[in-house]
């Protein structure tokens, strides 16, 4: 799981579907790439990383939870 991610989606107040189409992508896809089955293109990243003003290292960090 991406808890930064995570965390970073829910500070901003803002649901899975509403990243997801800010990212032009299906739900689920998001989905995937927040529990850390996908890894996400480089332009995804950059677009996480502007919409939520966090350095997409951390973000992309998955915890051993």
């Known amino acids: 799981m991406r808890e930064k991610l995570k965390e ?3 500070k901003a107040g803002m649901t899975q579907k509403q ?3 800010y990212l032009g992508m299906t739900e689920r896809a998001y989905q ?4 850390g089955e996908r890894i ?7 677009l996480l ?8 290292r951390r ?7």
């Open 40 to 46: 996400g293109t480089i332009e995804t990243w950059d």
């Open 19 to 21: 990243v997801a189409e």
């Open 32 to 35: 995937r790439i927040e529990s």
């Open 59 to 65: 973000l992309r960090q998955i915890s051993s939870n």
């Open 49 to 56: 990383e502007d919409l939520f003003v966090i350095n997409q």
């Open 8 to 10: 970073a989606r829910q």
